[in-house]
Each structure stands twice: as C-alpha cells, then as structure tokens.
C-alpha cells in the first residue's frame, strides 16, 4: 500500500506558475511510475505528464507540452509538476498517480495505476 498526498493548488492568474507535489508514504516511490492527470469541471479525467521511475523519460499530454514539467526526487519521496503559462483551461482537479506495473513509458491510462491521491484544486482565473 502507498498513501498518495498532493499539495500546492490554488487561485492563481493566467499566465502565473504553480508548483504541485505529491508526497508518498507507506512505500518507497522509487518503485512507482509516477503520473498526473486532471478533471476539469464537468469534464473527463484525462492525462496530463508521466515520469519512469529514475527520472530518465517523461512524457506529456500535447495541451500541457512545453508549459509543464513533471520531476521526481526519489530520496523525498516526492514528484512534482511545475506548470508555467497556466491558461484558464487548466482549471481543474489535479491528482497524482502511481503505477507499480513494469513499462517500458508511462502510461496515460487511468486504469493503469494502483495508487491515487485525493487531488488538488487549481483554479486559473482569466
């Protein structure tokens, strides 16, 4: 078992930046692909960026490539998600995930990860 908590939403401007966190616990996170995903209001949960567990490849949903950075520090048992240029259709909730499953990327598939965190509000006001 892994307890997943994020942390650093808020209100914020657009074109501001905002750094999420998602600290583990129960497990070294180590041993997770780490992903992010999102649920707008009213909307589908969708994908936003993965990171392999050593950090080596990320891969991002095209709305947030170039805008968002997912990194990871193993030793803090933390990942994080630098957004830049945030646009009002980033509002949403956003949740971190962890998949315990061998892969060569990570998923952008809901299903595919075993841990959640309860989410975190971000709101962009226009």
């Known amino acids: 078992q892994v307890q997943l908590v994020e942390s650093g939403g808020g209100l914020v401007q657009a074109g501001d930046s905002l750094r999420l966190s998602c600290t583990a616990s129960?497990?070294?996170?180590?041993?997770?692909?780490m992903g992010w995903f999102r649920q707008p209001p009213g909307k589908e949960r969708e994908f936003v960026a993965g990171?392999?567990?050593?950090?080596?490849?990320?891969y991002y949903a095209d709305s947030v490539k170039g805008r968002f950075t997912i990194s990871r520090d193993n030793a803090k048992n933390t990942v994080y998600l630098l957004m830049n240029s945030l646009k009002s259709e980033d509002t949403a909730v956003y949740y971190c995930?962890?998949?315990?499953?061998?892969?060569?990327?990570?998923?952008?598939?809901?299903?595919?990860?075993?841990?959640w965190g309860q989410g975190t509000q971000v709101t962009v006001s226009s």
């Open positions: 129960g497990r070294m996170l180590s041993t997770f692909i």
């Open positions: 990171i392999m567990r050593s950090g080596s490849s990320t």
């Open positions: 995930a962890a998949d315990s499953t061998l892969r060569i990327l990570p998923s952008s598939v809901g299903r595919a990860y075993d841990y």
